[in-house]
């Protein structure tokens, strides 16, 4: 079946560092990709759609220059959260769309903790 | 715009009831997806099902159905003589396809406690 890893899966970082998290589609092509936020017992809200090839159109509220993705690959997108701070520890999930369908395939996420 | 509504919060039963996960969703595209996932302790989101607007047929897998129905904009799921395994957050989500936004819109969950 379709996989999507990410890594790391849990970092703990020093406030204002910034740290970058892979998601890869291990046996398909994913030319989407979405990356999702989640805060401790609330839902996963979307940040982000990655297309490869060109930019990643952001959800409102969501800083472009403090999250950046990367989706240089059919089979590799990657957000970098930089100048990280405390309120940015979350759980960030992403998701790979199989090319041509409607098919999305989750990662195991990734939990920072930005101290 | 979209929206995935779970009114339930929290629900907490014993081992061996039956229990439903009540999900309503609003979209002004008549082509979508809705999906169930559990969300364990560790986090990582397990898929359960996805149903597309033209396929109203209500299902069943093992345990666990599902009814669909358009009329009020709702998608159910039920456990079936639940056990302590399914203890879980449980999202329902909506994918729409008319306006080509192919992200899913989560419901805020439903943690589902089950007692032994």
């Known amino acids: 079946g379709a996989v999507v890893s990410q890594h790391p899966s849990w970092v703990i970082c020093k406030s204002g560092t910034s740290v970058k998290i892979e998601c890869r589609s291990l046996?398909?092509?994913?030319?989407?990709m979405f990356w999702y936020r989640q805060f401790p017992k609330q839902s996963l809200m979307l940040m982000a759609t990655?297309?490869?090839?060109?930019?990643?159109?952001?959800e409102q509220g969501v800083e472009k220059d403090k999250f950046l993705i990367n989706h240089a690959s059919l089979t590799l997108s990657t957000l970098t959260v930089t100048s990280a701070h405390p309120e940015d520890s979350s759980f960030y999930i992403c998701s790979a769309r199989l090319s041509g369908t409607y098919e999305q395939y989750f990662g195991p996420g990734t939990r920072l903790t930005v101290t | 715009a979209q929206k995935v509504t779970q009114a339930q919060t929290e629900i907490s039963v014993v081992e061996k009831e039956d229990v439903t996960l009540d999900c309503v969703y609003e979209t002004r595209d008549t082509t979508y997806y809705l999906f169930w996932y559990k969300q364990p302790p560790s986090g990582e989101l397990v898929f359960l099902i996805r149903r597309n607007s033209f396929d109203e047929q209500n299902e069943i897998s093992g345990r666990y159905s599902w009814n669909f129905q358009k009329s009020t904009s709702s998608f159910n799921f039920t456990i079936t003589a639940s056990q302590v395994v399914d203890s879980a957050v449980y999202f329902c989500a909506l994918s729409e396809v008319d306006t080509g936004r192919r992200a899913l819109t989560f419901g805020s969950g439903t943690r589902l406690q089950v007692q032994p």
């Open positions: 990655s297309n490869e090839g060109s930019k990643a159109t952001y």
């Open positions: 046996d398909f092509q994913a030319t989407t």
